[in-house]
């Protein structure tokens, strides 16, 4: 089967984030970046590159190629909460991807025709959804290999989609400068120019063993890349300590009733989450913020590890009955943690239940592996008025 490897990068992200969630900012130099003269940029708008500013440049730099520039510090945390979010789109996808980053990851689509159409449907497919539910814009690159997919994400940004066939890859190599080929630093760029090497695919002229020669084990790995080989795979992480989901609201909740519904929503993808890396977790937290950014954090343990959505649910519920009438709520989330091992008392009852659910569980990840994540809510998002 023929593999493809697709490559979300997400546009200037941390600008992007400030652009999204303080309008006066849209269309204007931001730059994300620390207060000091010395410290660097983190990330650079569309709008203040233009201007030569790019990410890693200096402030004091900055400011001097554009002086009406707007610097902001960042907020690490809603771009933790917003990378989450997209991740979480992405796992709708593919069972496997690799977050490269916080705006990054690679998904290995091969074999998701049947379910998504071909390549590049499932990448507008995925850039629409990341667009409809955080409000930002990625680029997505699809080739047969890996660093040929991260190279096409970077060939139409911002929002772009490029898509490289495999017939492609030849003529591709053939206009692609050599210095692009990851692997290839600034430094051994001469080198390559020495011997009349500017595009990717004028290493060919020489011999692997040439190379091998020239530049030690990089030689033949560099001379594959040019014949758009790359063994590299898309490798999920895999030791999580834990996991949890969590949504800001454009208007803040005061319902407790819809506060249970994004539990059970984050449930589900905080269940699908642990069940795909095979864990299961003891302490399930509830975490509220307030309009004033308050923020508490409560947590239970349960008797017996899960991985089940209705068990964390409902822990969650119950943590928020505890607390009673919060008020309005600006952000909600649940998470669950401590993936001891399974507890030896087990009542027969409990076993029983767990496996239960587990059956029910699998069933709901089948029909999710099926159609996508987005067919599958649980019929108490739509009637569970709890
Ligand atoms: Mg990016």
Known sequence: MQQFIMHVDMDA?????????????????????????????????????????????????????????????????????????????????????????????????????????????????????????????????????????????????????????????????????????PGVGKKSVPLFHSLAVYKAADLLRYSREFWKNKIGERGPVLYNKALGIDPSRVTPESAIKSSSAENTFGEDISSIAELKKWLLIQSERVAGELRKNEVKGRTVTVKIKYPDFRQITRSRSLETPTSHAMTIYETGCAILDVLGNTGPVRLIGIGVSNFGKKQVHLSLFEEKDEGRLDKLDQAVDRVREKFGKSMLTRAGLLDRGK
């Open 13 to 181: 992200f941390f600008a992007s984030v400030e652009q999204l969630d303080n309008p006066e900012l849209r269309g204007k130099p931001v730059a994300v970046g620390g207060e000091s003269s010395r410290s660097v940029i983190s990330a650079a708008s569309y709008e203040i590159r233009k201007y030569g500013v790019h990410s890693a440049m200096p402030v004091g730099q900055a400011l001097k190629l554009c002086p009406h520039a707007i610097i902001i510090p960042g907020r690490r945390d809603r771009y933790k909460e917003l990378s989450k979010i997209i991740m979480g789109i992405l796992s709708d996808y593919s069972p496997v991807v690799e977050q490269a980053s916080i705006d990054e990851a690679y998904l290995d689509i091969t074999g998701t025709e049947k379910l998504f159409g071909p390549p590049q449907k499932l990448g507008a497919t995925i850039k629409k959804r990341i667009k409809k539910e955080t409000g930002l814009t990625a680029s997505v690159g699809i080739a047969p290999v890996k660093f040929l997919a991260k190279i096409a994400s970077d060939l139409q940004k911002p929002d772009g989609l490029s898509f490289i066939h495999p017939d492609e890859v030849e003529g591709f190599m053939a206009e692609l400068p050599i210095e692009k080929i």
